[in-house]
């Protein structure tokens, strides 16, 4: 098991950049794969970006590819979400996740760990 906390959240306008960190405890955050999620209001989780766990692989939903970007730091047991050129859509919920296996899932169910959350409002 791995407790992920989320942090760097907040309200900005459209075309502004948020940098959401989530922090891991425990000794082997490098065997987890991460995922970033989103739920708005209303609206099921969804997957917006995964990383492998030694970082060379990427996956992003479609709506950020050129906009989001993905990275971890294993030495600091942290997993990143870059957000530029934010916009109102984006407006969420965001959760990480880590699973213990080895490729980058979009499914919700294939995470068994979840971090709380933390709120990304962008105003337009």
């Known amino acids: 098991q791995v407790q992920l906390v989320e942090s760097g959240g907040g309200l900005v306008q459209a075309g502004g950049s948020l940098r959401l960190s989530c922090a891991a405890s425990?000794?082997?955050?490098?065997?987890?794969?991460m995922g970033w999620f989103r739920q708005a209001p209303g609206k099921e989780r969804e997957f917006v970006a995964g990383i492998s766990r030694s970082g060379s692989n990427t996956d992003y939903t479609d709506s950020v590819k050129g906009r989001f970007t993905i990275s971890r730091d294993n030495a600091k047991n942290t997993v990143y979400l870059q957000m530029n050129s934010l916009r109102p859509e984006d407006t969420a919920v965001y959760y990480c996740?880590?699973?213990?296996?080895?490729?980058?899932?979009?499914?919700?169910?294939?995470?068994?760990?979840w971090g709380q959350g933390t709120q990304v409002t962008v105003s337009s």
């Open positions: 425990g000794r082997t955050f490098s065997s987890y794969t």
């Open positions: 996740a880590a699973r213990s296996g080895q490729n980058i899932v979009v499914l919700t169910n294939f995470y068994a760990n």
